[in-house]
């Protein structure tokens, strides 16, 4: 399995190549060359396994053996994935819990940052660590350990996942740039009172696209990569994608297993609430590799860019029929999802593209469906807005979009406590309340699998309005009380890429003084 950029930058690149770079060189991408077909048997040989296994034949799938061995995979899968209070703490890692009748909640937040970014950075992090120090193994006696620095923007719960992913590992340093006063406070906290002398937090002036931006920034310029020897944690990144197909194939098998379902005589459709495209998109794969389903719900709040393309075919960053706000970005109680531009959905463009490429060569359909998504984001970064009218048929074939407000979701909040007793964060609310406008125009029956991406302590402020009698103390103590680490960057958005790079020059002579 080799991995090509989005944007057609040549030459087929190995996974231990796309994990650690994470960027593609023209600032695309990186997507397998192929998508795999499952075995041909595989509904009743995985229908039993674990959590652990069914991760392990996935990404067996995509991944080369020459790249990562199979029992490599296995240990670090196992490692990852162990069931304990500090790590995982439930034993089916991804639980799904039933609401009503065709009503399930797939549960991403039993993790030990309390996100469903957990899933995916944990494991991540431990495949940055394995593929570092086997290259170091490689090296002379003598010769320096090649060091590794990663980069990551976060609207909240990537920030803190990657930390606790990458805290205290050898040679591996993390820098983390997170919106000053848009991710909640158990968030911050999550992340800046993290002290291992490899983490490093930097409160961003701006919003997460802002951060964003740097990010692919620092990526994309070659000398500062090459000095420090750049990566990146956000969905930009394959692994992370990769992963979380496997909670999809996990969904499936809970019900399969469901004496209350019949999977026969019913389709499934997962909802899921999404700002950055990186969840939902895992989805769409594991359709494509043949997992049934019906049309992927897209679920998203007031920064809509999504669910607009969804209704009229334009990606645009800023709605101009909205009041205009202060970097493009509305600040909302579902703060994971107030991003303006949704990085992964670049993907699936690449898809849309080469179906509608007119050439009959494999191979040229494929450089057309490169040079079209180029295109396209070069009009998007340019003008901030681009027409995709003529892929829209297409998109529709396998998703819906909605958009949630925040007095809708404060209310969907309530009345599932209300009604159900279950407590669901606001962006799971989100989802929630997209589905039943889903439900609307679905055939009958359909089973509806709400993916919940966080737990409800962690948006307390948000919960607290709809009920009052919540306490996020339950979960986390003294966590908000607790010595922190964090460097304020303040500047222009021309200033800020400097200012970040001077920080990781600074931390980099200081490790090597």
């Known amino acids: 399995m080799k991995y090509f950029s989005t944007r057609g930058h040549p ?86 819990v039933h609401l009503d009748k065709n009503t399930y909640i797939l549960e991403l937040f039993h993790g030990p940052t309390y996100a469903f970014k957990d899933l995916a950075l944990q494991l991540v992090g431990n495949l940055f660590e394995y593929f570092l120090n086997r290259r170091n193994a490689r090296k002379v006696p003598g010769e320096a350990p090649e060091k590794f620095t990663v980069v990551g923007a976060t609207s909240g719960d990537t920030g803190s996942a990657a930390i606790y992913g990458l805290r205290n590992k050898a040679n591996i340093s993390v820098f983390i740039l997170f919106p000053k006063g848009r991710v909640s406070p158990i968030q911050e906290a999550q992340m800046t009172t993290v002290l291992d002398e490899n983490v490093h937090n930097l409160s961003v002036s701006g919003t997460f696209d802002n951060c964003q931006d740097i990010l692919k920034s620092l990526l994309a310029d070659r000398q500062f990569n090459d000095k420090h020897n750049l990566g990146a944690v956000n969905s930009i990144n394959w692994a992370r994608i990769l992963v979380q197909i496997v909670y999809y194939f996990s969904a499936y098998f809970q019900l399969l297993n469901n004496p209350r379902v019949d999977l026969d005589h019913a389709e499934i459709q997962f909802v899921v609430p999404t700002g950055n495209f990186g969840d939902i998109l895992a989805g769409y ?30 990606y645009e960053k800023v709605d ?103 407590l669901a964060d606001p962006h799971t609310a989100v989802g929630l309340h997209a589905a039943e406008a889903f439900a609307k125009s679905n055939s009958e029956p359909t089973i509806q699998v709400i993916l919940s991406t966080a737990h409800p302590a962690k948006f307390a402020e948000a919960v607290q309005r709809a009920q009052s009698t919540f306490d996020p103390e339950t979960v986390f103590g003294d966590l908000l009380s607790r010595e922190r680490r964090v460097e304020a960057i303040e500047g222009t958005e021309e200033e800020l890429v400097g200012l970040v790079k001077k920080v990781i020059d600074r931390v980099a002579s200081e490790q090597s003084s």
């Open 320 to 422: 101009p029929t909205a009041d205009a706000v202060a970097g493009g970005v509305h600040a909302t109680v579902s703060p994971a999802m107030d991003i303006a531009v949704s990085s992964n959905f670049e993907r699936l463009l690449w898809y849309l593209a080469y179906e509608r490429a007119e050439q009959s060569d494999d191979g040229e359909k494929r450089a057309a469906a490169c040079q079209q998504v180029s295109q396209w984001m070069t009009v998007v970064k340019n003008k901030g807005a681009v027409d995709l009218s003529t892929v829209l048929e297409g998109a529709r074939r396998n998703f819906v979009a909605d958009k949630v407000n925040d007095e809708q979701t404060i209310a969907t909040i309530k009345k599932y406590n209300e009604s159900y007793s279950y």
């Open 11 to 96: 030459g087929d690149r190995s996974f231990e190549d796309v994990v650690l770079a994470g960027l593609a060189p023209d600032s695309g991408l990186y997507i397998p060359h192929d998508i795999p077909a499952l075995p041909e048997n595989w509904k009743t040989a995985w229908a039993n396994l674990s959590y652990q296994q069914i991760a392990i034949n996935i990404i067996a799938l995509f991944v080369s053996s020459d790249d990562l061995p199979l029992h490599d995979l296995e240990a670090l899968v196992n490692r990852t994935y162990s069931i304990g209070p500090s790590s995982f703490r439930e034993e089916s890692v991804t639980p799904l």
């Open 285 to 314: 794969y594991a359709k494509r590799m043949g997992l049934p389903m019906g049309k992927l719900g897209v679920a998203t709040n007031s920064n809509d860019i999504l669910s607009r393309f969804w209704k009229h075919g334009t």
